[in-house]
C-alpha cells in the first residue's frame, strides 16, 4: 500500500488535527524561549535545571518559568497521542479539544511566570477537561477497532 493510499483512509477533516500538533509545537518553542530569557535575566546557567533559593534572591520566578514550561514537556507525549488518535474517529472535536488544551497552555505557562503558581490554574486548569475530552475521543476510536466486523 503506497503513501497516497493511506493519507486516503484518513478522515477528511484530519488535516486540522495535523495543524493543532504543529501549534503546540509552536507553543513549545515559545516556552523554551522564555526559559532561556529567564536564565539570563535570573542568572542561572546551564546544566543547573532550578535555582537554589538560598543561591539566587530570584530563584521562585525562575523555577516558576522553568516548571511551567517542564510541566507543559512533561503532559506533551499524552496530549499528542490522544490528539493524534482520538482524531481518527473523531477529527473535528479532537481539533477542538486541542485547540482549548493548547490555549489553556499558553495561560497555564503565563500565569506559572508570573512567580505566583497559584496564577496557573486560573484558565489553566481548562486543559485538564481537554485533556480528559481527548481520552474519550481515543477510547471511542478503540472500541470502534475492537467492534468492527
Given amino acids: ?33 522564555q526559559v532561556g530569557k529567564a536564565r539570563k535575566k535570573y542568572k542561572v546557567f ?5 535555582a537554589s533559593e538560598s543561591d539566587n534572591k530570584d530563584a ?10 517542564q510541566n507543559s514537556l512533561e503532559l506533551m507525549p499524552l496530549f499528542f497521542v490522544f490528539l493524534l488518535l482520538g482524531g481518527l474517529r473523531h477529527p473535528c472535536i479532537s481539533t477542538g479539544l486541542g485547540l482549548l488544551y493548547t490555549v489553556s497552555r499558553y495561560f497555564y505557562f503565563k500565569g506559572y511566570s508570573t512567580g505566583d503558581p497559584q496564577k496557573r490554574i486560573s484558565i489553566g ?7 480528559m475530552g481527548l ?12 467492534l468492527r466486523g
Fill in 1 to 33: 500500500m503506497g503513501s497516497s493510499s493511506v493519507v486516503e483512509l484518513l478522515p477528511k477533516d484530519y488535516g486540522y488535527v495535523v495543524l493543532v500538533a504543529v501549534l503546540y509545537s509552536f507553543l513549545n518553542f515559545f516556552m523554551a524561549f
Fill in 46 to 50: 546551564y546544566p543547573t535545571m532550578y
Fill in 125 to 131: 486548569k481548562y486543559g485538564f477537561l481537554a485533556l
Fill in 135 to 146: 481520552i474519550v475521543c481515543t477510547i471511542s476510536f478503540g472500541v470502534s477497532l475492537l
Fill in 60 to 69: 521562585k520566578v525562575f523555577n516558576c518559568v522553568q516548571r511551567g514550561h
